[in-house]
Nanobody
Framework: QVQLVESGGGLVQAGGSLRLSCAAS????????MGWFRQAPGKEREFVAA????????YYSDSVKGRFTISRDNAKNTLYLQMNSLKPEDTAVYYC????????????????WGQGTQVTVSS
């Protein structure tokens, strides 16, 4: 059983930055790829970024590439999402999730999800 808890969301002005954290329980955190997804009201959940278990490979959606950085600290069982140059369209609830043994952009391939943290970007 794995528990994921996101934190770091909040209100920020367009062009600003936030760093989200996801604390994971269990000693097997480092065995799995991890991902960030987001969902705005009335819209479907969308992939944001993913990272391999070792942290050696990352993958980003086109909408955030060049602005967001995903990283992980396996010693701390923590996943991060550094978000820079934020835009109003980034406003959403952000979720971290445990993925398969490889990077995937498909939500159904992730087996554990956090409760989400709200990110609001003002104009």
């Amino acid at each position: 059983q794995v528990q994921l808890v996101e934190s770091g969301g909040g209100l920020v002005q367009a062009g600003g930055s936030l760093r989200l954290s996801c604390a994971a329980s269990g000693r097997t955190f480092s065995t799995y790829a991890m991902g960030w997804f987001r969902q705005a009201p009335g819209k479907e959940r969308e992939f944001v970024a993913a990272i391999t278990w070792s942290g050696g490979n990352t993958y980003y959606s086109d909408s955030v590439k060049g602005r967001f950085t995903i990283s992980r600290d396996n010693a701390k069982n923590t996943l991060y999402l550094q978000m820079n140059s934020l835009k109003p369209e980034d406003t959403a609830v952000y979720y971290c999730a445990r993925g398969p043994g490889m990077i995937s952009t498909t939500p159904r391939n992730y087996d554990y999800w956090g409760q989400g943290t709200q990110v609001t970007v003002s104009s």
